[in-house]
């Protein structure tokens, strides 16, 4: 066994009649499947010993030999007992994107019978089955195709195929969704993942949603799915492969091992996008902050998932971190931001006591991601913050004055978007941002009628608020987008929820809300505090006479 090493077969044969034939007697004298990987230029990379039915493949190890899609290994290994290549063959074809697997048949006498051989092939190849095409040859002996040419063909047919699909030089990725249940509802998170992921600056090469009795606790999806997926990925040219549901440590690093692609689940993909979204040291802070946190859990357990992630999506820092920092260094880091949080808190907290002390109620704006919360401070407000059809375009609140009649004056406040199964590890690093609800005397929840799971958006945004302790805060619903609609069914919404319909865009409707606002703020708070003050028979305190020239950052 240990002198197959020193064996050798011409590159331009996918094996020598020679080693085929040891291969067969040894396999007959042992009663195993004995395996070789032949490298490229036809040298023995490993030998492996099997059993009467099957061949365990050692770790390969990530690295890809060359720069195409395949390994640059071959895998050339004997059965027994007549058997065609198995489903195990196929499985390792794909997940360790072999060149090609060849089984030699060990016939009588321990001499080389008929071969079958599979390779990976693109979409939509003649005689490619699940992207997989296999041969039949009668014997070594007969056997001429120049292995060479063979590869490098299906090489380019390979380049060729992906390069049809992206042309953006884009990061190419494929999501995948696992669901016991409502699959409807799968669908349109896997949309919002689809989102995100363009968001983020991928290319979304294909969806995937898998319907399944129950999910796979090792690998979410199960065996074959896993290797359709790799299949697939391939074929697209995409590296990355996104989940829809969180991955637990574990999942990821079985996941990540044993298909060799970078693989994210959707709270990675969201710290991604905020981590190229953030501009100010808070905003920056708050995501290094979170990203330590998701990570802490990951750092032992995956060296070789996390890895594959450095650079590029998934692996993007705003602060120093490095994913190959160890817990320890991890620990300190996490520290030392929280300092430098509670620090800046601590200022934003004395803004808006200094705000407090000037009397002006604090208006928050929320709401779930691009529902046109910034779109709709503008308008009010007359400002220009950034608002565009992108998830996440705000991460940092910002603040403006509005005058009402009677010199009333609010603050208005534009904040982060939520979305549904927000990272828990990322509401907490948002914590201070977030103060700015729990600070709020009255929240415009906006949400946008035009889409068609406004209900779901709705109550996503209503749980994440219950989490934070908004809860009870006085709320105003906001229907924005009216314009995108038709009457009726904005007819309809209003007398499900009640709330304003409004649209930020045209400004139709703006001026009821701002009179909601205002009665909510004033007038319906000048009339408690009369019923409150005449109790005490006080005279009553005017909520509108403040000091208007107090200093406002
Ligand atoms: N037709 C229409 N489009 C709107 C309306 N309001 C906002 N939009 C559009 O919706 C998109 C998102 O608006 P933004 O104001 O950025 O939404 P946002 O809620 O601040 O989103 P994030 O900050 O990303 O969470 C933009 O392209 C707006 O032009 C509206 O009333 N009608
Ligand atoms: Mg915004």
Redesign the pocket.
């Known amino acids: 066994m240990q002198a197959l090493y020193q064996r050798r077969t011409t590159p331009d044969r996918f094996v020598s009649p020679e080693l085929a034939r040891r291969l067969t007697e040894l396999t007959r004298e042992t009663g195993r499947q004995i395996g070789l990987l032949i490298d490229r230029l036809g040298v023995v990379d490993r030998v492996i010993v099997g059993d009467a039915h099957r061949l365990f493949i050692p770790d390969l190890g990530r690295s890809r030999a060359g720069s195409g899609r395949f390994r640059g290994l071959r895998l050339v290994h004997t059965h027994l007992r007549g058997e065609g290549l198995s489903r195990d063959d196929l499985t390792d074809l794909a997940l360790l994107r072999l060149d090609t697997v060849v089984v030699v048949q060990t016939g009588p006498g321990g001499l080389p019978g008929e071969v079958e051989y599979a390779a990976l092939v693109p979409p939509g190849t003649r005689g490619g089955e699940e992207g997989t095409r296999v041969e039949r040859v009668r014997t070594v002996h007969e056997w001429d195709t120049d292995f060479t040419a063979f590869i490098q063909e299906l090489e380019v047919q390979f380049g060729e195929a992906v390069k049809a699909r992206d042309v953006s030089g884009r990061e190419g990725a494929v999501l995948v969704s696992v669901t016991t249940r409502d699959p409807k509802g799968a669908r349109r998170s896997l949309a919002e993942l689809c989102r995100l992921a363009e968001t983020a600056g991928l290319f979304v090469a294909d969806q995937v949603l898998q319907v399944r009795k129950a999910v796979d606790g090792r690998t979410l999806v199960g065996e074959g799915k896993l290797r359709d997926l790799v299949t697939r990925c391939m074929h697209l040219g995409a590296d990355v492969l996104i989940f829809d549901q969180e991955l637990s440590p574990s999942q990821l690093r079985n996941i990540a091992t044993e298909t060799d692609l970078k693989v994210l689940d959707r709270t990675q993909l969201i710290l991604d996008i905020f981590s190229q979204r953030a501009t100010t040291k808070e905003g920056k802070l708050q995501v290094e902050l979170a990203q330590l946190r998701y990570r802490k859990p990951r750092l032992n357990l995956m060296p070789t998932a996390m890895s594959r992630l450095t650079g590029g999506i998934g692996g993007r820092g705003p602060g120093e971190t490095k994913l190959e920092i160890n817990r320890r260094r991890s620990d300190e880091r996490e520290t030392r931001v929280e300092r430098q949080l509670e620090d800046i808190a601590r200022e934003r907290t004395m803004r808006r006591d200094r705000r407090k002390r000037v009397g002006l109620p604090l208006v928050a704006?929320v709401?779930?991601?691009?529902?046109?919360?910034?779109?709709?401070?503008?308008r009010m407000t007359n400002s220009a913050?950034?608002?565009?059809?992108?998830?996440?375009?705000?991460?940092d609140p910002t603040s403006r004055r509005l005058r009402f009649p009677e010199m009333r004056e609010i603050i208005l406040t534009?904040t982060?978007?939520?979305i549904r199964n927000l990272p828990k590890d990322l509401v907490h690093a948002f914590r201070s941002t977030l103060d700015e609800v729990l600070e709020a005397d009255l929240l415009l929840h906006?949400v946008?009628i035009?889409e068609e799971d406004v209900g779901e958006q709705k109550a996503a945004v209503d749980k994440v608020l219950g989490e934070l302790g908004a809860g009870d805060t006085p709320t105003l619903l906001v229907l924005?987008?009216?314009?995108?609609v038709e009457d009726a069914i904005v007819q309809d919404r209003v007398a499900e929820w009640g709330g304003l319909p409004?649209?930020?865009?045209?400004g139709?409707g703006l001026d009821a809300l701002l009179d909601q606002i205002e009665r909510r703020l004033f007038r319906e708070r000048a009339a408690q505090a009369w019923e409150a003050t005449s109790a005490d028979r006080d005279p009553p305190h005017s909520l509108t006479d403040r000091d208007d020239d107090a200093h406002l950052p």
């Open positions: 704006i709401g779930y991601t691009n529902a046109g919360k910034s779109t709709l401070l503008n913050v950034d608002a565009e059809d992108k998830l996440f375009a705000t991460l534009d982060v978007g939520f906006v946008n035009g924005n987008q009216i314009d995108r409004v649209s930020a865009q045209t139709a």
